[in-house]
């Protein structure tokens, strides 16, 4: 409740700032306003940009700003307001978001489903490991590029995809794809925009788009979730489809097709076995 009403204030109010011409109103601490992130870095803006990117998508911290960032840091090249090469800019942000996910694939694949065996903290919810195993549901292996566009669950898909041995083959492919679709593409979406002369002399409305833009998948899954819990399809928060063991595993036998991680009886840990019914067969993934 807390979090849709800061985003809507913060909505309502950039249009009367920017006819005012007063500054634009961040969405929580600086450190999540992209601009502000970008102007901190000073002099080693190229630097700070590639390690945000690495940091969200490789290290397990998903609350810093993505989609944002990457987009204004193209209309700021556009503007000169950051004196980068774009080109150069889009390599090193696809370098890092490539290598990023490898990072995380690497994790949940050395530390297997312990890595999400671990109660909820100020930078760990359950709830966000079930929505990504919801996305993998719906979307098979393709979940690496889609999730790449959605808050929280870009940052614990490759951990999932290496919890459940995604052929690593297929990972690789997956997450070229969604590197360059999402750090390069959304870049050069924010600097093709920044170079229409309406936006060059109002870099502000620019700013109130990248503002709308950001908050409209946290304003989608809220409204999902909002909509599962009238349904009864989440409890406290929690997808009652995918918060138990047993369902994350059966979804990572149906989109990997290998050996999964069950529950063991009468432990509290859990340890990877073949499905017997897949003996002497290897069934493609989706």
């Not at 992209?34 to 590639?50: C, K, M, Q, R």
């Not at 503007?79 to 995380?104: E, M």
């Not at 309406?198 to 409209?216: D, P, T, Y």
Request: proline residues 6%; charged residues 20%; aromatic residues 12%.
């Amino acid at each position: 409740m807390l979090t849709t009403t800061v985003l809507t204030a913060a909505l309502t109010d950039a249009p009367h700032a920017l006819l005012a011409g007063g500054p634009l109103p961040a969405l929580g601490p600086d450190f999540l306003n992209a601009e502000n992130l970008i102007e901190s870095f000073g002099t080693a803006a190229l630097i700070g940009i590639v390690a945000v990117v690495f940091i969200e998508t490789g290290l397990l911290f998903p609350f810093l700003p993505g989609d944002s960032l990457l987009f204004t840091a193209g209309a700021l090249v556009a503007q000169d307001s950051l004196q980068l090469n774009i080109w150069v800019l889009c390599l090193l942000l696809f370098v890092a978001a490539f290598v990023g996910d490898q990072v995380a694939y690497a994790i949940g694949r050395k530390l297997g489903p312990k890595v999400f065996n671990r109660p909820d903290s100020r930078f760990f919810k359950q709830k966000y490991i079930d929505q990504t195993y919801a996305y993998f549901d719906k979307y098979g292996g393709r979940t690496i590029i889609v999730a790449r566009f959605v808050p929280f669950v870009r940052t614990y898909a490759p951990v999932a995809a290496g919890v459940g041995k995604m052929s690593y083959r297929h990972f690789v492919s997956f997450n070229v794809i969604g590197a360059l679709l999402w750090g390069v593409g959304v870049t050069l979406l924010g600097y093709w925009l920044g170079n229409f002369p309406f936006i060059k002399n109002n870099i502000e409305a620019l700013l109130v788009l990248i503002v709308g833009v950001s908050v409209v998948p946290v304003f989608v899954e809220l409204w999902r979730a909002r909509r599962k819990e009238r349904t009864g399809e989440t409890v406290e928060g929690r997808d009652t489809d995918y918060d138990e063991p047993v369902e994350r595993a059966a979804v990572e036998r149906e989109v990997f097709g290998r050996a999964t991680t069950t529950p063991v009886a009468g432990q509290a840990g859990t340890e990877v076995v073949e499905d017997p019914s897949d003996a002497g067969t290897a069934r493609p993934e989706r």
